[in-house]
């Protein structure tokens, strides 16, 4: 099955630096790039995601970039606010099986005023 | 505002009790989902269901079952509850594939304490 790296597992910034999340994959055939946001006390949240077919995708601070070949993926927050700091998880899932995501295990970022 | 509803955010259990938790969404949403969450283990999957009365066993179904009735309704059953499933519960729900897109919706979550 797919198998699913995340790094790092603790991410600590100062305010205004970026921040930058990488995961790799296993399964060729993922097709379905998602990253969630997780604040204390609540579930994830969908951030931004990332289909096989594009390369890059922005949203204001957020981008995620994909590179197919080497199977890996990444999010990059830029200016980083407090507001920020919160656990970050990616996942990969393919069109089958109900598109079922195989989760990383998520990167606790920290951003210091 | 659209949602994913979990019945209840805290419950403490007896150990061989069997434990339901509920999990309803108001999307429309065929696909659903049970994960668990504990530190340094990440998102588990224990069980989905992308049709009514139609489930599949997910990463770590052993000690669950579920149960999908209806459409909006997805319910974890937890058959003699152990100290070991001691864990946070997510539920998430997520359009049928090849539609606006295959992200989750997820609820709060139920922490649940067997004791």
């Known amino acids: 099955g797919e198998n699913v790296e995340q790094h790092p597992s603790t991410l600590s910034v100062q305010e205004g630096d970026s921040a930058v999340i990488k995961c790799t994959y296993s399964?060729?055939?993922?097709?379905?790039f998602p990253w969630y946001k997780q604040e204390l006390g609540k579930g994830p949240q969908l951030i931004i995601d990332?289909?096989?077919?594009?390369g890059e995708k922005k949203d204001q601070r957020i981008a995620v970039t994909l590179n197919k070949t080497a199977k890996h993926f990444s999010l990059h927050i830029t200016e980083t606010q407090p507001e920020d700091s919160a656990v970050y998880f990616c996942a990969a899932s393919k069109s089958a099986n109900a598109g079922k995501s195989t989760f990383g295990d998520g990167t606790t970022l920290t951003v210091k005023p | 505002d659209v949602k994913v509803t979990q019945s209840s955010r805290y419950l403490v259990k007896r150990t061989g009790e069997k434990v339901f938790l509920e999990c309803v969404q108001d999307m429309d949403h065929e696909n659903m989902f049970w994960y668990r969450q504990d530190p340094g283990l990440g998102l588990r999957l224990i069980y989905f269901s992308y049709d009514v009365k139609m489930k599949e066993k997910g990463d770590i179904p052993e000690g669950y079952s579920v149960s999908r009735e209806k459409k909006e309704r997805f319910s974890l059953i937890l058959e003699s509850a152990s100290t070991n499933q001691t864990s946070m519960y997510l539920c998430?729900?997520?359009?049928?594939?090849?539609?606006?897109?295959?992200?989750?919706?997820f609820g709060s979550g139920t922490r649940l304490t067997v004791v």
């Open positions: 998430a729900s997520s359009p049928r594939q090849g539609s606006i897109g295959l992200g989750y919706t």
């Open positions: 990332i289909r096989s077919n594009v």
């Open positions: 399964d060729s055939a993922s097709n379905y």
